[in-house]
């Protein structure tokens, strides 16, 4: 059964760019979260997507969107990067249900670097 | 709102030293505890977790139990190992309404372990 798949695994983007992310959930898994871990803020809840619908979400910028695909495949998008924005940005899978007790599945990440 | 607060790191151990790593959490209703632990230059990966009060969860040689009297889920390892060594988070998740998706994550512990 194949893990969570994020891409790319690295990225250096120039402040005011745009860039995006994307994450494959595990087959089967309808809810795709979004996190950001820095050093300084350690790991926050952006927010999560369950079958297209944004169900939750962080204290982040407008900045900060996502959206999520038919076949569960979600993608985030930042804006008019900052250097405050370099972090590594994590997605979690899930079933996505309302229990609390499955655990969720994390990507290995994608490291943004904003120069 | 949530918060989960772990002990202060880092914790340097020589193998085969015995583990405990605080976990104390605030939290509303009856959440579900986790342990995560990242290797360098990867994502989370799911340690071990706990439903209900009581319950134990264990993996690995590692465990931990929920107790909600002292709201707290404490990591324990007897024997450690140099391939311990990485970053450890504690996390909480509630069940459905405004916490879909979302895991609160404690600040993280690193654990060195020498030969």
């Known amino acids: 059964k194949a893990g969570v798949t994020q891409t790319p695994r690295y990225l250096i983007k120039t402040r005011g760019q745009q860039v995006t992310l994307s994450c494959s959930p595990i087959s089967g898994h309808r809810s795709v979260s979004w996190y950001q871990q820095t050093p300084g803020q350690g790991l926050q809840f952006l927010f999560e997507y369950f079958s297209e619908t944004q169900r939750n979400k962080g204290n982040f910028p407008g900045r900060f969107s996502g959206r999520q695909f038919s076949n569960s495949r979600s993608e985030m998008n930042v804006s008019t990067l900052e250097l405050g924005d370099s972090a590594l940005y994590l997605c979690?899978?899930?079933?996505?249900?309302?229990?609390?007790?499955?655990?969720?599945?994390f990507g290995s990440g994608t490291r943004l670097t904003v120069v | 709102g949530n918060s989960v607060t772990q002990m202060e790191g880092p914790v340097t151990l020589s193998e085969e030293a015995f583990l405990t790593i605080n976990c104390t959490y605030t939290a509303t209703g009856y959440p579900s505890l986790f342990w995560y632990v990242q290797y360098p230059g990867e994502g989370l990966q799911l340690l071990l977790k706990a439903t209900k009060a009581d319950d134990k969860g264990s993996n690995k040689g590692f465990e931990a139990t929920y107790r909600k009297e002292t709201t707290s889920f404490h990591l324990e390892k007897g024997s450690v190992q140099v391939s311990d060594s990485a970053v450890y988070f504690c996390a909480l998740a509630n069940a459905g309404g405004t916490s879909y998706g979302k895991l609160t994550f404690g600040q993280g512990t690193i654990l060195t372990v020498h030969p």
């Open positions: 979690a899978s899930s079933p996505g249900d309302s229990r609390a007790n499955y655990g969720y599945t």
